[in-house]
Every structure is written in C-alpha cells, then in structure tokens.
C-alpha cells in the first residue's frame, strides 16, 4: 500500500511539478499553455519555503542547544560502527554551506526576508554552541577524521558569506573555532577529494589572517590538477570514479580554494581560470542530466546527498558564470522540476528530518556505510541560487526549457562535444 501511494503522489508531482500534462512534454511548444506555467517568483517562493523546512528542524533545535536531544538520527543499516556523534557536525557544516549566499543577500522582499533572518540568526548561535565545550550541543570535533570533511562544508560557509556568518559571531566563539579548526590538522587525509577539505579549512583560516599551513593547501591544488581526466572531468584520486564527487565537492571547492588564494597572491589567475572552465564543461553535463520529467540518473556513491549533485551548475548561475547557451532561467527550471519530484512529504522522517533515501522514506539500503541524517543536509548546496535578488534573470525571467526537454519534445537544441580544456 505505502509503496502504491508513493508512486501515486510521484505520478502528481512529474505533473504538478512541471505543469505539463505528460502528453504535452512530447509535444511542440505550441500545445503547451505558456500561462499555466510557473514564474519565476512562484519558483522562488517554492525554494525559499522548502529550505525553510529543510534548515528549521536542524536550526531551531542546535540554536537552543537541543540538537542531540531531538534530532532523529538514523545511520546505514551497514553502518561502520563510527561515533554517531559526528553527524550533527555533518547537519551544520553541511546546510550552512548552501545557505551562506542567501544569507549573504541584502534587500530582500519582506516576507522572505524575515524566514532568512531568522534562520541567520538561528544557524550563528549554533554555531556558538558547536564550539561551546559547555554546550550539550558542543560537536563531536576530536572524534576520528569525519570532523575534517564537514569542518571543510562550515568553512566553505564563512568564505561564501564572511559579512553574515563570521563577521557577528563574538570574539569568544571566532577563537573557539578557529581552535577547533586548527586542532584538525592532527588528520592526513586521503589521496582523494578528502585533500581538498585540508584546503578548505587552511584557506579560511588565511582569509581572516590566521597562520595557515600552506603545504595542505598547495598539495591539493597541485594533487587536483593531476588527477584531471578531460572534458571537464577530474578523478576522485588517480582512478577514475564514475560519482557525483566532481559535484559534491572537487570542483566547487577547487574554485573556492583558488579564489582565496587567488587574491592572497598565492595561486595565479590563470590557474583559477583554467578550473573555471573546466567547471563550466562539468556544468554542461549537470544540465543535460535532467530529464523532461524532472528525473535524473543516479550513480556512484552517496546518492542520498540528493539535489547536491547540481552544485557546480547552480553555482555558476549564482557567480553569472553559466556557459553561454544556458540561460539562467532554465537552469531554475530544471532544478526546480527535480525539487519537486525528490521533496514529497514521505521524503521527511516524522515530518521533519531527511531521510536516508532520495524519493520518500523506503531506499535506506541507498545509504552508504558512513551516511547517517546529518549528512543528508549536503542536499542545501543546490539553493545557492537564492543568493541572487529576485530582478536577476534566474528569476524573473519567464518558464525556459531546458535541453532535455526540448530535446524529446522535438524541439532544436545545442549539439555536445568534446572540449578540450
């Protein structure tokens, strides 16, 4: 029965989702009714009000020092016997990273605007009871290397949103965490993508004028680099991995990294622009992935981390770096289309918490043997486009369709090859 329903309610948002009846999506454009369509305002409205209900749970309890009390934490039925304790460090670090632009966001509309500083607010006093020894939300930093990967992500925040996330917290707290963040050194991570959270941390702590290690940067950078196997993709370590790990952290990371030492004199300009493009390429494919249903293939590990495998190409809208036959608009579309078929009320434990899935409740063996409730919330990184004011064509221009769609509706679209970059 539970299994009936869902596929039911899946049925409803492949249609409510794209406004488009299935018969239409292979039809010409003509027979679709261009005002039964959604604005770009009404997509806006949808994303703020699913990361409000995606971020509250977590916020409002950590805020108040409640975290471990409430939070519903689930972990892999393969599980490998880790302290749990390290994913409400994963929750924070994870979410903040994709909220960072939107906090970072000034003028705002008023109604929005209230939902966003609220949970501003919210996410710096959790911030203050993670580093909070006191806290009975203090964060399982100590706790084997996991703390490195998610230490990385709540970096990444405070570089994408310094006026916002670092700026207020009291002098007491910045010390607490630049300590924390420090004391993580005593971990070497692997030849993989782990180097790029060494990075990430050590280039933080650079951009506000603390010593910083500068080997754990550059051997990353130099170990990235590599590892690029062409066409806009880079391997997870020498090998190559068919993943969404490219999305999840190499080459979103890899740009952050550079852009900090970019301005530090440290890396050149050139470095930077040549992992651009190469982001660019990726982005490519990321937009050719969604299907005209709002589906995507799922690959690799850590499929649960969702929506999180479009974080370079929503990056590059946030950053007006999108390639030049993508337009910002069906981008939000697709994106948008994707929410919809993935955040279905089952996909929320009692309501609240993410499930260890993709669509609804029932796909807990997806879970990887480290992947716990916390580590759910990378899912964020796809809101980064909230960070652009609602006049930006990304929202305000009208329905766009994306390349999939036009493809099996009949319809031109841009041909791909191979780039050589």
Known sequence: MKRRNLLRKLSFASVAGLFIQPAQLFAGTKDVEIEKLPSGIDDRKYWVDLLDKIASPLLSN????????????QVSPIWDNRDKGVGYLEGLGRLSTGLAPWFALENANREEDVIRKRLNKQLLASIAHGVDPESPDYLSWSSGSQPLVDAAFLAQSLIKAPKALWEPLDDTTKKRL?????????????????????????SFLLSVGEDFVEERIDYALEKIKEWYKGDGWYGDGPVFSFDYY????????????????????????????????????YAEFLERMVSPEGTYPIFGRSATYRTAIFQPLVQLALEDGLPEW??????????????????IPETFVKGEWLSLGIVGNQQEGLADTYSN????????????PLGLPEKHSFWSEPFEPWTMLKAWKGEPFKKDYHVNV
């Open 246 to 281: 490219n999305s999840y952290v190499i080459q979103p990371m890899l740009i952050d990294v550079l852009r900090v030492n970019v301005q530090h004199k440290r890396r050149s300009k050139e470095e930077y622009d040549l992992a651009y493009k190469r982001m660019q390429r």
């Open 62 to 73: 950590m805020s108040k020092g409640t975290l471990r009390k409430n939070m519903d934490m």
């Open 326 to 343: 993508i337009k910002p608009s069906q981008v939000r579309c697709a994106i948008t289309s994707v929410k919809k078929r993935i955040f």
């Open 373 to 384: 409730t916390g580590s759910m919330y990378l899912t964020s990184l796809s809101f980064l």
């Open 178 to 202: 630049v300590h924390e963040f420090k004391q993580l050194r005593r971990i070497k991570p692997y030849e993989s993508n782990w180097l790029l959270f060494a990075a990430m941390i050590e």
